[in-house]
């Protein structure tokens, strides 16, 4: 099974900030890379596919990029409505998702 | 405008056979390229894949689970239940179910599945 590690687990910010999240996997997985948005009591939100191809209706200041087993999502200037928590997944080999991070408010 | 949503019981007691319904529109799986996947939650924790099938009907399990779960589709009413046997209360979770589009990896020659719209999931409590 391919592994997905996220890191950090957890990340303090403020509106403004730009923030990275990283994904690694166990092995190569391509491009075939995804990045989802979940907030409380929610299904989670497509973000990012194909390691960089944004998805429809998500803001510019979204953007993923990376090949291989090293991936990361970054955030260029965190609005208030990104405080939630991210998971990368991989579809390679059948879907793994990442154990998720947690964006909070500092 | 795709829209699934999941449906079944919310309380199992261990042992017994737990069936999801999800219902969708918006997209048939008649169309090539198309599939819909289970995927579940914890409480609390991170998100498990469970199975998916395509419009040829085409299934694949997470390994892990493979003797524990059936996955079939019901085009015409736009439907694809899950069935899980032999529940323990570690399978407490919220369900989703989602739509995945196919996608051709030109260097491997296999598809690989996107999954983009999710339903709101239902939460499966299984206790005694």
């Known amino acids: 099974d391919i592994q997905m590690t996220q890191s950090p687990s957890t990340l303090s910010a403020s509106v403004g900030d730009r923030v990275t999240i990283t994904c690694r996997a166990s092995?190569?997985?391509?491009?075939?890379l995804a990045w989802f948005q979940q907030k409380p009591g929610k299904a989670p939100k497509l973000l990012i596919y194909?390691?960089?191809t944004l998805e429809s209706g998500v803001p510019l200041r979204f953007s993923g990029s990376g090949s291989g087993t090293e991936f990361t999502l970054t955030i260029s200037s965190l609005q208030p409505d990104d405080f939630a928590t991210y998971y990368c997944?991989?579809?390679?080999?059948?879907?793994?998702f990442g154990q998720g991070t947690k964006l909070e408010i500092k | 405008q795709i829209t699934l949503k999941e449906s079944g019981l919310t309380l199992v007691k261990p042992t017994q056979t737990l069936t999801l319904t999800c219902t969708f529109s918006?997209?048939?799986?008649?169309?090539?390229?198309?599939?819909v996947g289970w995927i579940r939650q914890p409480p609390g924790k991170a998100l498990e894949w469970l199975a998916l099938?395509?419009?040829?009907?085409?299934?694949i399990y997470t390994p892990s689970l493979r003797t524990k779960i059936t996955i079939t589709k019901d085009t015409p009413r736009n439907r694809v239940v899950l069935t899980m046997t032999n529940l323990d209360p570690v399978d407490t979770a919220t369900y989703f179910c989602?739509?995945?589009?196919?996608?051709?990896?030109?260097?491997?020659?296999?598809?690989?599945?996107?999954?983009?719209?999710w339903g709101q999931g239902t939460l499966v409590t299984v206790s005694s």
């Open positions: 092995q190569s997985i391509s491009s075939w």
């Open positions: 989602a739509h995945i589009r196919q996608y051709y990896d030109r260097f491997s020659g296999d598809y690989v599945p996107l999954v983009d719209y």
């Open positions: 918006g997209f048939s799986l008649r169309t090539s390229g198309v599939g």
């Open positions: 194909e390691a960089s």
């Open positions: 099938i395509y419009w040829n009907d085409d299934k």
């Open positions: 997944q991989q579809y390679n080999t059948y879907i793994t």
